[in-house]
């Protein structure tokens, strides 16, 4: 167990617990999770008695495939948190310091088929059950249980299975589709990314001509990103998860304001494009992503979001002016990304998958007696505002915050007053 302390004071602590590849196999194969704890400056100026007092606040990444927070100091969320909870940063199993799962790492596991076993351990369950692993070796009885995007369905498959680990639950931007395909979500997400398009090219209008300029010479020419892999029509439109965010998209308007260097893409551009696009710090985000929504019963997941794009034209990279696409991945995304492209076959195996496991248990979400806070942006691109608010309704002792102040990404934007109205709701 390594202790550090950040350049702001904050004492860090290093945990690793060991657990089973399958928790249905407990005996066999066993990996290592890793987590850090983060106890602010402000608690340690108290003395260590009043650090051993305070309970302890788990944080789940968003994702799938996001690694827990490296800060060199803490700011926003954390550093208001961190001055009445122990927070731990887990980085949940495949990201980071926890069997890493990527073209380097998976290839270990055999085929395509047996890697596909391999990343079935790799869902929200176990993630899970590896918390409540860390919980015991920590001596905890219980703790409060953050869960941002991704985190948030892990938080309501903790409810789920661990309710009485639980202090409170507090979830943003990150109430999934309880039952169904994930054809219908992204009917819902399209619709919702058409009208965010509309949004930012009122606000700039200037960046529509851009990027349809931008269109016109992808069409025309061959283009390479940095790292060598082709800058597509279909590539370029994955721009759109910048529209996610409230600052991102000022971000993007400043890339397309520098897109040309005369006839050609400028290097600046290239390299922020490459650089927004590529899957290389986050592969599974891709590979796993639209398996975060298989469900016993439902037909596979099968490129849900590629098949569903026909029903909205609009998002056609043939189209005169395409919009940008959202929280979408294509099989083109994994076939041309050179961190993703060895692991094809895999994520073609993983998107056949007709036989998932459970993740959400529907009886015990309805009888729920854990205080739990869930913030909903009205204008969510990623995760849907009307399917988060189904959900809502089903999972008891639950209470909605919803805002229009932000978007998927609000607790970078005002961390601390979002999560304050999602303790003070849970008090």
């Not at 941002?148 to 639950?169: E, H, I, K, N, V």
């Not at 796993?288 to 849900?304: C, F, K, M, R, V």
């Not at 034209?313 to 076939?335: N, W, Y």
């Not at 998107?351 to 009205?378: F, I, K, M």
């Amino acid at each position: 167990m390594t202790t550090r302390q950040l350049l702001d004071g904050t004492r860090t602590t290093e945990h690793w617990v060991k657990v089973p590849l399958n928790w249905s196999a407990p005996e066999g194969e066993q990996i290592r999770v890793f987590a850090r704890e983060f106890v602010g400056k402000e608690a340690l100026a108290q003395g260590e008695l009043h650090v051993e007092s305070l309970p302890h606040l788990l944080f789940l990444q968003g994702g799938p495939g996001g690694r827990g927070t490296r800060p060199a100091k803490l700011s926003g969320w954390m550093a208001d948190l961190a001055k009445d909870f122990r927070i731990v940063m887990l980085d949940q199993r495949g990201t980071g310091l926890s069997a890493r799962l990527d073209r380097h790492t998976l290839p270990a596991r055999g085929a395509a088929d047996e890697q596909t076993e391999y990343l079935k351990c790799f869902r929200a369950d176990s993630i899970v059950r590896d918390a409540e692993a860390l919980r015991r070796q920590l001596g905890l009885r219980s703790w409060t249980v953050f869960g941002q995007s991704y985190g948030g369905f892990c938080t309501l498959t903790y409810l789920s299975l661990f309710p009485q680990s639980m202090d409170r639950a507090l979830i943003t931007g990150g109430l999934p589709p309880l039952t169904g395909h994930p054809d219908r979500l992204y009917r819902h997400t399209y619709r919702r990314m058409a009208v965010r398009n509309t949004e930012y090219f009122d606000r700039f209008p200037e960046d529509r001509e851009r990027l349809d300029a931008v269109f016109q010479h992808l069409h025309k020419h061959e283009v390479r990103l940095p790292d060598g892999s082709p800058l597509t029509p279909p590539r370029l439109q994955m721009l759109g998860l910048e529209l996610g965010g409230n600052t991102k998209a000022d971000s993007l308007h400043y890339l397309l304001e520098e897109a040309f260097a005369g006839d050609e893409l400028s290097d600046a551009f290239l390299a922020g494009v490459g650089h927004r696009i590529s899957f290389a710090s986050n592969p599974m985000y891709a590979v796993l992503h639209e398996s975060i929504y298989g469900l016993p019963g439902e037909a596979p997941t099968n490129w849900s979001a590629e098949r569903v794009l026909p029903e909205f034209p609009e998002f056609s990279a043939a189209a005169d002016s395409p919009l940008l696409t959202g929280e979408m991945i294509f099989r083109s995304h994994v076939r041309l990304d050179p961190v993703l492209a060895p692991l094809l076959a895999t994520a073609d195996a993983v998107a056949a998958v007709s036989d998932w496991g459970s993740l959400y248990d529907l009886e015990q979400l309805g009888r729920n007696q854990v205080p739990t806070a869930a913030c909903v942006y009205t204008d969510d691109v990623f995760v849907d505002r009307a399917l988060s608010l189904e959900t809502a309704e089903r999972v008891s002792n639950l209470t909605v915050y919803e805002t229009a102040e932000f978007h998927h990404d609000g607790i970078h934007d005002d961390g601390p007053a979002i999560l304050r109205e999602l303790l003070r709701r849970t008090e």
